[in-house]
């Protein structure tokens, strides 16, 4: 039951979810102002792929973030390759340089079909 004590109306609430959908939806800032927007990471964060650091945890990142972070970087078409053309596409994708390092020291021979091998590779649980 609505006591009628909102500032719009019903009608007028839609229209701006609607106005706004694209704007939300599209990715980009929403805001009018550049010093409003969040910063992006530094070249010399620390890699987030891995997750933060925490004092007896295990070096090898979790399956899912390290899958995450390649399927941002990596497309469809990247797949299959070795892990030289797969650190190529990872470079070109502009992927922390610490994933990188960790694709170009795989086996040399190994060939990945899909992110789901190369992400099992990477934790380490193939």
């Given at each position: ?42 070249e010399d964060d620390p890699e987030i792929w891995r997750g933060p ?74």
């Amino acid at each position: 039951m609505q006591r009628g004590s909102a500032r719009l109306s019903a009608h007028r609430d839609d229209e701006m979810k609607h106005e706004l959908q694209d704007l939300l939806r599209s990715g980009h800032p929403t805001r009018t102002e550049e010093w409003q927007d969040p910063e992006p990471p530094a070249e010399d964060d620390p890699e987030i792929w891995r997750g933060p650091v925490v004092p007896g945890k295990s070096e090898r990142p979790p399956m899912a973030t390290v899958r995450l972070d390649l399927a941002r970087h990596l497309g469809r078409s990247d797949f299959p390759a070795a892990p030289g053309e797969l650190a190529g596409a990872l470079h070109r994708g502009q992927a922390p340089d610490a994933l990188i390092q960790a694709v170009r020291r795989l086996p040399r021979g190994a060939r990945y079909a899909n992110v789901q091998q190369l992400a099992e590779a990477l934790a380490g649980r193939t």
